[in-house]
C-alpha cells in the first residue's frame, strides 16, 4: 500500500550477507514488473514523442533522413521499446535532435573513428 503522505511504499528484501550491507542502510532498488524478450529499443531521445503509445523515428534510408511513425511500449534506463511496419533492428536512426530534421532531408553519414 502506497502511503498517501510519502508516495512512498515500504518493501522487504533478502539480500547477502557481507559486508557490503548494514542494518538500516538505504538502499535503491529496481523492481523487474514485466519483460519482454524479442524487442527493439533506442534510446527514448530518438523518439519525437506523440502520445504515451505513438511517436516517430527518423531512420536513415540511403542518403535521406525519413520519418516514421512507431508505436512505443516498454520504457527503461533510458531506453524505449518501439515497433513499425518499416522499422527493425539494424536500421541506422537519428538519436540527437530527430525533432529537428525535416523529413526527406538529405543526410551524409560520417564513419566512426578507429
Known amino acids: 500500500q502506497i502511503d498517501d ?10 539480500l547477502p550477507a ?5 542494518p538500516g542502510q538505504f538502499l535503491g532498488v529496481r523492481i523487474v514488473i514485466e519483460e ?4 527493439l ?7 519525437i514523442t ?5 511517436g516517430t523515428l527518423v531512420l536513415i534510408v540511403g542518403d535521406h533522413a525519413v520519418r516514421k511513425p512507431v508505436t512505443l511500449g ?9 515497433s513499425g511496419a518499416e522499422v527493425r533492428e539494424g536500421l541506422a536512426i537519428v538519436t540527437v535532435d530527430a525533432y529537428a530534421v525535416p523529413d526527406q532531408t ?3 553519414l560520417l564513419k566512426p573513428a578507429p
Open 18 to 22: 557481507g559486508p557490503a550491507f548494514h
Open 5 to 14: 503522505k510519502s508516495d512512498s511504499l515500504s518493501v522487504r528484501i533478502s
Open 41 to 47: 529499443a533506442v534510446p527514448e531521445a530518438a523518439v
Open 50 to 54: 506523440d502520445s504515451a503509445e505513438a
Open 106 to 108: 538529405k543526410i551524409h
Open 74 to 82: 516498454l520504457r527503461d534506463a533510458g531506453l524505449v521499446e518501439v
Open 36 to 39: 519482454r524478450g524479442d524487442c
